[in-house]
């Protein structure tokens, strides 16, 4: 069975323009799914489908077999949600909120104690649970909203940019958190992120989302390796043309993709990198550099690195995926 | 549902305790309205007044209603607090029925009006103003306080849960508040009304809030029967939900 199943669907908030245009997925049960995209690309409008925030302009989803529109209550007791804001009531001790949703779940009283002893040792909050919300950091609000959607053992637990604001200390905490709960429990977690990094370290599964379409879905791996071994990054001024056409005689070369982001940026991925890197060059030179003329090609940086899901998301969609 | 409810309500209680400026603001409000411009009033209008008997009396049961209107904005401005910050949804991906979101939150402005009022009950008796001795009677008072409470509540949320910010749900509310209270019987006898403001005062809820108070709290005159009052009460109750839920449901699931 999959967890979660979206077929055509749209969503309009105008009659002009499309948050989520035409949109397929499945992903299957106990994955870790990652959407990634910019933010505005239709990430949150996705979940808050998914999680019957929202209802869709048409197509269908389903989560654990359940409607989202006409099933919603039966979506709603198998899903924990976290969301990109930060809503706990600041007037609220960490054990109240946990309480309290718990209570809105029907767990019973004993269940709820005992739970929420193990959720705050998962997350480390023993010294905190006590005090009021308002007196914690932001990681600390994080980590409290993670094992509130956790807290009623949810099948499907959905997070909207769960390390949104955080410094990188905090973030790697809460990554490892969720490897964590992947290891002890069967639990499909699907999350949204503008950080490819975080869809690299956590997800099986990764959809590239832009403008409301999913322009790729699979793994990071496969999504990385279509590009190449390593990718020589190659960022230069004047006519790429004749350097790109004498590339593409190379045997080696995998993918070149173009993009004139700031000046030129060729992306060009090669089944070994340090080795190539001197011809590469070689070439350039060959293609422009002597006379110096204005339509010919200068190199200005190049760099080779192992292909990264920012390198798949600037091929796919001819922009770069930058942390805003 | 009621479950749900309950957990929502008390978790509205605890922020109230909690907050020490909402209790004290509530205790202080009633305060003032009995002592300053009840004793004020009772002084000028005194001897003049026709048939009320005491004013401070009379107007006691309008101080307790403006009270709970007052109760049941704060109310309100939580729902668009939670609203705005996103707590709401909480409790939207929650497997609780919507309405409960909104009973709960009822339910805490009722409780604090019926807070209220007994602070008043006990204010006003201590400068005089006699309860009836029977006190089921008191308490069936208090019930349709109660009733009315959830009426005004449910407008209060139908309001919070349409505009976009705070300026406009307190804009919007002010024009509400006071003319529910100054178009009922709540300060002036009806009697001594012109007939376009008597015509106000008929079709506005609070006058038979004020009207069944009057008769079930101190023993005084009633102008309308007890079961016409209860029935307005009642409709109005339903209305005022009725209303909260159906702008609530709209502006969730957009």
Known sequence: ?324 | MVEASVTLWQKHMLKFIRNPEEPLGMLLQPILWVVLFGVGMRALVGGVAPNVGDYLTFMLPGIITLTALGGAVTSGASLLDERLRGIIKEYLVAPIPRLSILSGNALSTVTKALLQALLILILGWLMGARLNSNILSVLAGLLALGVYTVGFAGIALSVAARVRSNLGYHGLIFLLNLPLLFASNALYPLATLPRWMQFLAWINPTTYVIDSMRLLIYNGSNTFSLGLSAAILVIFAALGMWLAYSSFKNVVST
């Open chain 1, 1 to 324: 069975m999959y967890a979660i199943e979206i077929q055509n669907l749209m969503k309009s908030f105008s009659s002009d323009v499309l948050a989520i245009d035409h949109l397929n997925l499945t992903i299957p049960e106990d994955r870790i799914y990652a959407l990634l995209g910019p933010n505005g690309a239709g990430k949150t409008t996705t979940l808050s489908i998914l999680t019957t925030l929202l209802l869709p302009t048409s197509g269908a989803a389903q989560v654990m077999g359940f409607d989202v529109v006409r099933q919603a209550a039966q979506v709603r007791e198998n899903i924990g949600v976290t969301f990109q804001e930060i809503v706990l009531d600041p007037d609220l001790t960490g054990r109240e909120v946990l309480d309290i949703h718990g209570r809105l779940y029907k767990m019973p009283t004993r269940q709820r104690q005992e739970r929420i002893i193990e959720m705050v040792k998962l997350v480390e909050l023993d010294e905190a649970i006590d005090r009021l919300v308002k007196t914690y950091s932001g990681g600390m609000k994080r980590r409290l909203e993670l094992v509130r959607g956790l807290m009623t053992h949810p099948k499907v637990l959905f997070l909207d940019e769960p390390t949104q604001g955080l410094d990188p200390h905090n973030r790697a905490k809460i990554w490892d958190y969720i490897h964590e709960l992947r290891r002890q429990t069967g639990l499909t977690i699907m999350l949204t992120t503008h950080y490819m990094e975080e869809a690299e370290a956590l997800a099986d599964g990764v959809g590239i989302i832009d403008h409301g379409k999913l322009v790729a879905d699979s793994t990071p791996q496969a999504l990385v390796t279509q590009l190449g071994a390593d990718v020589v990054h190659i960022v230069g001024h004047g006519s790429p043309q004749p350097f790109l056409q004498a590339l593409q005689q190379l045997p080696y070369i995998q993918e070149i993709h173009q993009s004139d982001d700031e000046g030129i940026h060729l992306q060009v991925g090669v089944d070994n990198g340090n080795r190539r890197l001197p011809e590469i060059i070689h070439l350039a030179s060959r293609n422009g550099s002597q006379n110096g003329s204005q339509d010919e090609f200068m190199i200005d940086e190049i760099s080779v690195a192992r292909p990264s899901l920012g390198d798949v998301f600037l091929k796919l969609t001819g922009r770069a995926l930058r942390d805003r």
